[in-house]
């Protein structure tokens, strides 16, 4: 799958939930490994914030992003919509501290996503994929959210609030192009009890009951109802059972549950990289996903490429006759047993060493190790299947080294070792070269890696 971006930049007003400002937001098409960036442009010099967990400066009521003074709060429903649409790379151009909170969902920030269309970009898209189960506890408010392994990602929410009007909900999200469907239109809400709190802590100027779900679950006096009524400038009314006090009724019974289920994928995006794993999330709220997304983040940046997946008992895209029709070399020569992912810019070949091969004999005796240059040459078969599987009548063509360049041995292999051979080309093929960039694994840790340049020659 290749990175995506948007086809045409689109533009949304509104107003600030926390501020009240009126605000402008532009969405920008971007380059390939540009990720989200947020851009003030009402400020000097008009500063760019990069949307990544070690960014995030404040989590009261809605997850905010600085850089120095600039802030800018409130991303979460747009940062939902760009990932549930596949958008990797985006610029977004903001006037005021915070995005506009419109309706207090992402369908807006979605149709208008799809109103822009989408663009596909030549680099390759850069999943970060779940291996093993992850776990982070908030012992004080007893969150916790974990990531489990999986083929795809996707989202499960239950949420617990002790209130006799919003009891606990679950709310689940397996296939994000079901996103529109059964996420996107949620919107935010709020209980009575933490308005005046709020509004006294400088939050929620912008709120109404036009952007979020309002909550009445503890009997509270008509003085102070009305105060607060005369606070957020509504005509009085009365509350004469508790229940929510929104004309427009709830879509769902569960629509605060997929609301948060919304902020945790809007939260997870700050990973910078789209996640291949399933989330649980018991008691979410955006200080424990900043919490879990900055600790994923610290993996993803401390892990340049990840070993492939691979299943023994699957059965391989080539095995090793097809190999051989596509290969010349022959024993003791032939480095490569099976092709298990290819596409037209990289392969996954796998290598199992064992002790019979013939060089243990001589490297070394004592302490059987797999000399490097073999291990380069591995790499170089593989992305030979690469290439020689696009070109007609590959049985008459061969490939040559030409150049190896940043050559890094990490790790010795030895007997028993099952070698991950992951090789993708750098540029297009031209006049018959091909640049690769390969790596080679033994389970989750590199062994060796390397830049090499081959040239595909006719047999004579």
């Known amino acids: 799958m290749n990175q995506l971006t948007l086809k045409n930049q689109f533009t949304v007003e509104g107003r600030g939930l926390h501020t009240g400002l009126q605000i402008t937001a532009t969405f920008l098409p971007a380059p390939a490994g540009h990720g989200y960036k947020f851009q003030r442009v009402d400020l000097e010099n008009q500063p760019v914030i990069d949307a990544v967990a070690e960014n995030v400066v404040d989590t009261t009521r809605g997850t905010v992003l600085g850089k120095g ?93 002790n209130s006799p009007i919003l009891p606990n909900q679950f709310a689940v999200l397996d296939d994000m192009r079901d996103f529109r469907e059964q996420v996107a239109s949620a919107r935010t809400f709020v209980f009575v009890r933490e308005i005046e709190p709020l509004l006294e802590s400088g939050l929620i100027k912008g709120g109404s009951l036009d952007n979020a779900i309002v909550i009445y679950d503890r009997e509270t006096p008509q003085e102070n109802i009305d105060k607060l009524c005369d606070i957020i400038g509504i005509p009085h009314r009365e509350l004469s059972k508790l229940g929510f006090i929104n004309e427009t009724p709830l879509q769902w019974k569960n629509e605060p549950a997929r609301h948060k289920l919304m902020d945790v994928i809007g939260d997870l995006a700050l990973v910078g990289r789209p996640l291949m794993g399933r989330v649980v999330a018991v008691r979410p709220g955006h200080g424990i996903n900043s919490k879990f997304t900055r600790m994923l983040r610290k993996e993803v940046k401390h892990t340049e490429i990840q070993a492939p997946l691979y299943d023994p008992n699957k059965a391989p895209l080539i095995d090793i006759n097809g190999i051989r029709s596509l ?134």
Do not use: W
């Open 69 to 161: 003074d600039v802030r800018v709060s409130t991303v979460e429903h747009a940062l939902a919509a760009l990932c549930a649409s596949g958008i990797d790379n985006c610029l977004i151009q903001v006037n005021a501290p915070e995005l506009p909170i419109l309706d207090g969902s992402a369908i807006q920030y979605l149709d208008a996503i799809e109103a822009a269309g989408v663009e596909e970009l030549k680099a390759d898209k850069d999943f970060y994929i779940i291996k093993q189960k992850t776990t982070l506890r908030d012992e004080e408010t007893g969150s916790t959210i974990t990531i489990y392994p999986d083929d795809h990602f996707s989202v499960e929410v239950m949420v617990e609030y």
């Open 327 to 460: 290969l010349p070399h022959r024993y003791p020569f032939l480095l490569v047993d099976k092709l298990i992912e290819m596409d037209k810019k990289h392969a996954v070949a796998v290598k199992n060493v064992t002790v019979n091969e013939p060089f243990f004999q001589g490297h070394f005796p004592q302490e059987p190790v797999m000399p490097g240059v073999l291990i380069i040459e591995a790499m170089a078969q593989t992305a030979g299947v690469l290439v020689l599987n696009n070109v007609e009548d590959p049985e008459r063509y061969s490939t040559y080294f030409m150049k190896i360049d940043n050559v890094k041995f990490r790790q010795k292999v030895v007997p028993g070792n099952t070698l991950l051979l992951h090789v993708a080309l750098t540029t297009e093929i031209r006049r018959g070269c091909a640049t690769v960039k390969g790596y080679a694994f033994v389970g989750e840790k590199i062994v060796c890696e390397a830049e090499f340049m081959a040239q595909i020659i006719k047999n004579k």
